[in-house]
């Protein structure tokens, strides 16, 4: 387990950290240093850890110095674990090389770090040698189109030439990973050389076992110090057994504020009449079975989700929704029986694929059933018909967990220290709605210790937060005229630099709408491009604003001039009707607490924090984060709200933040252009 086994004892934490922040170029800050001292202590004393790091105190070395420390002297495999790619990247390509570089002469050797993801992110080399039936039939046509004369099978489509770019990647690529490929193809086109972990034949079965893609990166993570992986594969390993990490003793949660939701999302499931009619055809299709019973059962469901209105189940299912499940569920069960592989049969990947799909239809019916059957129970149900987008069902019966503190508790901090860090991991000035999400609270939680090292920015000087208490408060009926005024005259006095955070893809797009015919300036909005092809195009000109939702409100990095005023317009409560919220609320109320503070309003100062903190990205820069619902300086909650924010200078004086806006932008330099992505490299091993 581990590396390269156990080394001698290595140097203080405080000096490697010292050596690796002078072998990138710079000083450790002493938040850093506080930082890093107490990730070290927590993992000699085996204490869980929560701390709160600031925008710029570096925390990513604060935590990697202790964490591979710990690696090399112990012996013992330790994980990083992140919420976004980008994150994951910036730890792989950026900061574990530079680390590996610096700290080599002071602890003998080389730290080795790898990644590992879910098994549908890498290229299945048996699904291309036609060990999978295709997903789409016609994606060459076999006529000797392709102008030569050979009758060679030639791309008819973009998808078709998607394809045959994969498949001669394949042959190239050393890892197989989605992410190195770039630029990147369509999920359509990768899901014709990928598998799921229930399509997966498995190492024991797959003739191509040896050279599996997947199997490679998780036996290269046995042997380094390292493994990076995201919430998700942690969830998974955690909780269902598969396995996916090594044996590990350490781990660095990082956006930790992401970790509860992130969970929640893994362990929630949908069914569907398409999805169960799915099944059956996959089963016909590729492994000949009758499955009369499964799609009248789909039929059934259909028919019996009509009626219902969307919204939580609060009551339990109706009785014909709830025979409808249990139908499901058995024909199901009767089903992936037939199509369980006899022993020591040859290795069927069509059947394999008609098996996983109609498991997955028995496991999400009958968690529904259970959920449906009990009194109390443990999973929120819903119905969502959907909002026509593509990929959203029309018609859908949800279930996720009504909390996810219980599973991680035993599934995660049993056996292991764990380290959560994050930029807004205090909510309202305390630890505890992060650390209760995650069952660091209540009776029977284990010991844990939170932190707060701040941030090297100095915000009262920096940046401004004005409060709008003189518009009127924000209604259903959309943006109000005199909030579009408003936003006009700050979008006019910053001369663009405009970072524009709504609370819906309506509203962004009302405003980009009225902005554009008021002012005479570009304002990109969310959904005109891919995201990173909108940030790269913001930062790099100053006179642009680009509006957006939720993706922006927590990850954009636009440091210098080009984001000098960040805009939200509303506080960004969850909405009454969110099925999961609502649940959590109410059962918040009934143990004696306040479902509205410690549920609503702790996602709203958290979602707020994470927006606020678009604006100030390095210590030279300048700005004003510009509120526009007048409930965060009015209303009973707002303390509340505006502890969970930086100490930035507040005031409701409009003509004050527009003379402010003015000058910083007469004053501001030359924009810092966000640079193209670029191929990344082969992973450590």
């Known amino acids: ?62 935590y990697l110095v202790p964490l591979v420390r710990h690696a090399v002297t112990s012996g013992r495999t330790v994980v990083v674990a992140t919420a976004t790619l980008a994150l994951q990247a910036q730890v792989v390509d950026r900061d574990l090389p530079r680390l590996s570089e610096a700290l080599a002469p002071l602890l003998g050797r080389r730290p080795t770090w790898q990644i590992v993801k879910g098994r549908s992110n890498y290229v299945c080399r048996h699904k291309l040698a036609g060990g999978f039936p295709a997903e789409e039939a016609t994606l060459f046509d076999t006529g000797g189109s392709n102008g030569g004369g050979s009758g060679a099978a030639a791309p008819t489509s973009p998808l078709g030439r998607e394809v045959l770019r994969l498949t001669q990647w394949a042959q190239e690529t050393g890892s197989g990973d989605r992410d190195e490929l770039v630029p990147g193809v369509s ?36 042997d380094v110090d390292v493994v990076v992986t995201n919430h998700a594969v942690l969830a998974i390993d955690a909780f269902e057994g598969r396995a ?21 999302a893994v362990v929630t499931d949908r069914l569907t009449a398409p999805m169960v009619t799915s099944a059956a055809a996959d089963a016909r299709s590729h492994a000949g079975t009758a499955t009369d019973r499964l799609d009248a059962a789909a039929s059934d469901l259909a028919d019996a989700l009509e009626p219902v209105d969307d919204g939580r189940l609060a009551t339990g299912m109706p009785e014909t929704l709830g025979v409808a499940v249990a139908a499901v569920r058995d024909a199901a069960r009767e089903l ?64 996720a967990p009504l909390s996810v503190a219980t599973r991680l508790r035993e599934g995660l901090f049993e056996g292991r220290t764990v380290v959560m860090t994050s930029a807004t991991l205090a ?31 100095d915000y009262p000087r920096q940046a401004i937060l004005y409060l709008a208490r003189h518009l009127p408060p924000p209604g259903r009926d959309g943006l109000s005229d005199a909030l579009l005024d408003e936003l006009a005259e700050l979008v006019q006095a910053a001369g663009g630099r405009t970072l524009g955070l709504f609370s819906s893809r309506r509203a962004a797009v009302s405003a980009a709408e009225a902005m554009r015919e008021r002012l005479d300036v570009d304002v990109l909005c969310q959904g005109d491009d891919v995201t990173p092809t909108l940030v790269r195009r ?26 000098q005023l960040v805009v939200v317009d509303r506080i960004p409560f969850p909405r009454p009707d969110d099925p999961l919220g609502s649940a959590r609320s109410e059962a918040t109320a009934r143990a004696g607490g306040n479902g509205f503070m410690q549920v609503s309003a702790a996602h709203a100062a958290l979602r707020l924090a994470q927006g606020v903190g678009r604006l100030v990205r390095t210590a030279s820069d300048r700005g004003v984060v510009a509120v526009l619902d007048p409930r965060l ?53």
């Open 187 to 222: 999920e359509r086109a990768w899901r014709q050389v990928s598998v799921t972990a229930l399509q997966c034949l498995g190492g024991q079965r797959c003739p191509m076992a040896t050279e599996c893609f997947s199997e490679q990166a998780r036996a290269r993570a046995h």
């Open 1 to 62: 387990m581990g590396g390269q086994g156990r080394t001698a004892t290595a140097p203080a934490v405080t000096d490697l950290l010292d050596a690796a922040v002078a072998g990138i170029g710079g000083a450790a800050r002493d938040g850093q240093h506080a930082m890093a001292e107490a990730v070290d202590a927590a993992l000699r004393r085996r204490r869980h850890l929560l701390v709160q790091a600031g925008t710029g105190t570096g925390k990513s070395l604060a």
């Open 538 to 563: 913001f930062a790099g000109d100053a006179s642009t604003c680009l509006f957006g939702t939720l993706s922006l409100w927590q990850g954009v990095d636009v440091p210098g001039p080009a984001c």
């Open 633 to 685: 300086a009015t209303a009973r909650y707002a303390p509340f709200l505006r502890a969970s924010l930086p100490p930035m200078w507040t005031t409701s004086d409009p003509a004050l933040v527009r003379d402010a806006l003015r000058r910083i932008d007469a004053a501001a330099g030359d924009v810092l252009a966000v640079p193209d992505p670029v191929a990344r490299g082969a992973p450590s091993s």
């Open 336 to 399: 992936a029986s037939v199509l369980r592989p006899e022993p020591g049969a040859d290795a069927d990947g069509g059947r394999q694929v008609a098996r996983a799909a109609v498991t997955e239809v028995f496991d999400v019916a009958e968690r529904l059933a259970e959920a449906a059957g009990s009194a109390g129970a443990a999973d929120v149900v819903w119905v969502s018909h959907g909002d026509g987008s593509p990929g959203v069902p029309r018609r859908a019966l949800y279930v």
């Open 244 to 264: 996916l990490l090594p044996e590990h003793d350490a781990v660095v949660v990082d956006e930790g504020h992401e970790l509860a939701d992130r969970v929640t």
């Open 427 to 457: 909510v309202g000035g305390s630890f505890d709605a992060a650390a209760g999400s995650v069952g660091l609270r209540g009776d029977g939680a284990p010991a844990a210790d939170d932190l707060d090292v701040g941030s090297p920015f």
